[in-house]
């Protein structure tokens, strides 16, 4: 795909080879936390940790991380408080 210039297909290519590693339950539990309102700061950035460390999935971790940026500044993460 990237050969044929096709550098956002070869990203979500590479990414969804990433998440053969992963667990279909953390796949959902991601889907879900990824949702507005769905999880805080904290659980996002847990979550694209383990993603990282635990399944060596670097680009869904970023995918969280800049997902956490947006959420942050569009006021859609649940408070970490309650």
């Known amino acids: 795909a990237e050969s ?6 070869a990203e979500n290519l590479r990414r969804a080879a990433e998440m053969t590693a992963v667990p279909d339950a953390t796949v959902i539990e ?3 936390r990824l949702r507005p309102n769905r999880a805080t700061k ?3 950035v847990d979550m694209a940790d ?3 460390k635990e399944y060596h999935a670097p680009m869904l971790a970023r ?7 947006i959420y ?3 006021g859609i993460l649940l408070p970490e408080n309650g």
């Open 50 to 52: 383990t993603l990282e």
């Open 30 to 32: 991601m889907y879900d």
């Open 63 to 69: 995918l969280v991380r800049e997902a956490v940026d």
């Open 4 to 9: 044929a210039g096709k550098k956002q297909v």
């Open 72 to 74: 942050e500044k569009r």
């Open 42 to 44: 904290a659980q996002l």
